[in-house]
């Protein structure tokens, strides 16, 4: 792009001559220099709730902005952090402490440390490697790429990485007998953690597979998982930095799920998508492996300068009030049964192969041979190509590869929804014409 410093994120830049410039948000929308409008489908990558001029989270951050914007947690607290942790550990079962970060893929990677040294101060030192779900999705940093291997996003690193056992599990759709295959798969996991007593914990986002293709798991799954990870001294972290926070439809992902984390990670939403935070919580087991005397240096070395940054707590604890105050929860059911609905519409589409949804999230995924189920590709970019469709509809969409994303702000109504499913209808319609 012509006139620009900016490298952007997952992007081929030589395909791009300009981007829309945002300049404002106005509720759902986000509007660009020009004036044009765009619904935004893909809530800010994930993480906007309520829409983009949130009068109580623009008030916080007025209102936090006079007294102190940042503040560290080394050496000392602020009430936002401490107010916050309370919360976290009161709507998160079993959970007794929280270790503020600034991102995701840091929230991972501090439950991959804590995960590694809990079995360190508590004599094991033998337990350190992590098995996992093949195409799970942590994050991009070197650890995150190592435990969360998307082979599309990282195969160029995986000398870098370190060793992981990837337990094969492909998406529902691209499997043919759903139940033997789950049977399998647990068995895999089971054998696997029974026989290697190195494996510190299994790592496995909550409820559902996003970036990794959008893989909602079946009932019982992850409970079972959870059961077989307890049964074998094997810690079981979660992520739920793209799947908690009503994404799925609950507040907290697991529970839906009756599985039992010993450690888990928020992120996204939890600041409504208005500033970067990340969160790692983890039970009282955990915690008190690593208290002892200074000598024993059984402590946490890990700390990053936003560490507990007293504006994104403020805003957290504004935004989990909010939840409450407004039940968006039981409004989310609400909604995501309409989405539901209208999203059947798509089946009559001959590029549309297969259409996942649970909660506020959609996966369309699109194929050039429905019965060899071959992902469509286009001279462009599919991202491109998809990006450039919506936007004449007045809808701004990510896809992921092949499949078209519906992840809106949790707390979009109904009627906005209405128009999201519409533009995207047309979106798939005339690409259809471009094949
Ligand atoms: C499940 C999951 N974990 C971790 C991350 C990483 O979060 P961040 O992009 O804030 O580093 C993401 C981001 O999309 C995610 O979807």
Redo the contacts with the bound molecule.
Sequence with gaps: MKNSAIWHPYTQMSEWENFPNIIKGDGFWLVDSNGKKYLDGVAS??CNVWGHSKKEIISTINRQSKKIIHSSLFNLTNNQAEVLAKKLVSISPGMSRVFYSD????A?EIAFKIAIQYWQNTGNKNKYLFATLQNG????TFG?MSV?FVPGFFSKFKKNLYKSIQIPFENSYRIKNTDKYYTLTLEKIESTLRKNKIIAAFVM?SGAQ??GGVNIYRDGFQSQISKICKENNVLLIL?E???GFGRLGSLVEYTTQKSRPDIVAY??MLTAGYLPM?ATLMSKKIYDSFLGKYQDMKHLYHGHTFTGNTMACAVANQNLDLYQKTGLISKIKKTSEHLGKRLEEFSNFEIVGDIRHKGMLAAIELVSNKSKKTPISFAKSTNKTVFEEAKKHGIYLRTLGNIVMLVPPVAMPEKEIDFLVDGTIKTVKNLSKQL
């Design positions: 990558m994930w991102n995701g893929s840091t991972m999705y942590h994050g991009d995150t969360g986002e996003i970036a992520d930095i793209a799947t992120g996204k990340a």
